[in-house]
């Protein structure tokens, strides 16, 4: 399944869901401080283990930085 | 003493971390500065994440985490980040920034105005980075906001407070706090903005990209001090003439 993950292509396993992105991109289970859009929408962290992902699906995973 | 949002303030003064070299920067210049306060960005995750360095030296100085919604130009999008952050970050403080142009990066009212709305509704303590209009402060204000923020210039600028008269005016305006924000230069810039009545000051670039970043955090928090402590104090009128501070009587013919 093709989706993209903080604006780059990526492949996924079907039956793939938020919270294996998330591994994927932090390398932890329930990382602090992040967060999760999933094409537009936010995914709030309870629902990333059973958020399952589609064709097409823009996820962004997200996390403090340094700013104004 | 000062209240936020709820929250008991012992500090005046809010500070950005955005411009920073490096943590340890940072760190110095947040434990210099006194505040209680910090804003954090929300970004991509960097492909070579561990653990958040940023959040660990945020736990580590004691401060609470003031989420931005820098880099959003619509409310729809400030409004998924301020949630967003709240998801990451647990808190529903959040500095609400809805930018208009990428070159003074100013305010959007119309777009400001939406998003606060919204958020306010939905149970966010909402502080708009807003600009020095009286008007548009007082309507943020009125439907709910818990501070109004107004730039004193530019974000990063530098510049200081362009129109003094509007932050008075801006402070007789409104009940909420005032928060001085954006375009702070130096120390006097900061105790201009608390002499005019604001309740505190957010500085990010003024200290952050100073030559020596936690010096000018320590001046940030002496000219807030001072200048909460000026303005409290009652100062003299300004007066066309001089007027002796020494009685004429008793004055020696010689």
């Given at each position: 399944?093709?989706?993209?993950?903080n604006?780059?292509?990526?492949?996924?396993?079907?039956?793939?869901?938020?919270?294996?992105?998330?591994r994927?991109?932090?390398?932890?289970?329930?990382?602090?401080?992040v967060a999760?859009?999933?094409?537009?929408?936010?995914?709030?962290?309870?629902?990333?283990?059973?958020?399952?992902?589609?064709?097409?699906?823009?996820?962004?995973v997200?996390?403090?930085t340094?700013?104004g | 003493m000062f209240?936020l949002?709820?929250?008991e303030?012992?500090?005046?003064l809010?500070?950005?971390?955005?411009?920073?070299?490096?943590?340890?920067?940072?760190?110095?210049?947040?434990?210099?500065s006194?505040?209680?306060v910090?804003?954090?960005?929300?970004?991509?995750?960097?492909?070579a994440?561990?653990?958040?360095?940023?959040?660990?030296?945020l736990?580590?100085c004691?401060?609470?985490?003031?989420?931005?919604t820098a880099?959003?130009?619509?409310a729809?999008?400030?409004?998924t980040?301020?949630?967003?952050?709240?998801?990451?970050?647990?808190?529903?403080?959040?500095?609400?920034?809805?930018?208009?142009?990428?070159?003074?990066?100013?305010p959007?009212?119309?777009?400001?105005?939406?998003?606060?709305?919204?958020?306010?509704?939905?149970g966010?303590?909402?502080?708009?980075?807003?600009?020095?209009d009286?008007?548009?402060?007082?309507?943020?204000?009125d439907?709910?906001?818990a501070?109004?923020?107004?730039?004193?210039s530019p974000?990063?600028?530098?510049?200081?407070?362009?129109?003094?008269?509007h932050v008075?005016?801006?402070?007789?305006?409104?009940?909420?706090?005032?928060?001085?924000?954006?375009g702070?230069?130096?120390?006097?810039?900061?105790?201009?903005?608390?002499?005019?009545?604001?309740?505190?000051?957010?500085?990010?670039?003024?200290v952050?990209?100073?030559?020596?970043?936690?010096?000018?955090?320590?001046?940030?928090?002496?000219?807030v001090?001072?200048?909460?402590?000026?303005?409290?104090?009652?100062r003299i009128?300004?007066?066309?003439?001089?007027?002796?501070?020494?009685v004429?009587?008793?004055?020696?013919?010689?």
């Amino acid at each position: 399944m093709n989706v993209t993950v903080n604006g780059k292509a990526a492949t996924m396993l079907d039956g793939a869901t938020v919270a294996d992105v998330v591994r994927e991109v932090t390398g932890q289970d329930a990382p602090r401080g992040v967060a999760v859009a999933r094409s537009g929408a936010v995914v709030p962290r309870s629902a990333w283990s059973h958020t399952g992902l589609a064709e097409g699906d823009r996820i962004e995973v997200l996390t403090a930085t340094q700013g104004g | 003493m000062f209240r936020l949002g709820g929250r008991e303030l012992s500090s005046r003064l809010i500070l950005g971390t955005g411009g920073a070299a490096n943590l340890t920067v940072l760190e110095d210049a947040i434990v210099a500065s006194g505040t209680e306060v910090v804003t954090v960005a929300l970004r991509r995750v960097d492909p070579a994440f561990a653990s958040n360095g940023l959040l660990s030296v945020l736990d580590r100085c004691g401060v609470a985490v003031l989420p931005n919604t820098a880099g959003c130009y619509t409310a729809t999008d400030a409004v998924t980040v301020a949630h967003l952050a709240r998801e990451a970050f647990g808190t529903d403080w959040v500095k609400l920034e809805v930018i208009g142009d990428d070159r003074t990066l100013l305010p959007d009212a119309v777009e400001l105005v939406a998003a606060a709305e919204k958020l306010v509704a939905d149970g966010f303590v909402v502080l708009p980075y807003t600009s020095d209009d009286p008007v548009l402060a007082r309507r943020l204000a009125d439907l709910g906001c818990a501070a109004v923020m107004p730039a004193g210039s530019p974000i990063g600028s530098g510049l200081g407070i362009g129109n003094p008269h509007h932050v008075s005016l801006i402070r007789e305006a409104v009940a909420v706090p005032v928060i001085l924000d954006a375009g702070i230069g130096t120390a006097s810039d900061a105790a201009l903005a608390m002499e005019l009545g604001c309740d505190a000051v957010l500085v990010a670039s003024a200290v952050t990209r100073a030559v020596e970043p936690a010096r000018m955090a320590s001046a940030m928090r002496y000219a807030v001090e001072a200048g909460r402590l000026a303005y409290t104090a009652g100062r003299i009128p300004k007066r066309f003439h001089a007027l002796a501070s020494t009685v004429d009587e008793g004055r020696p013919e010689l």
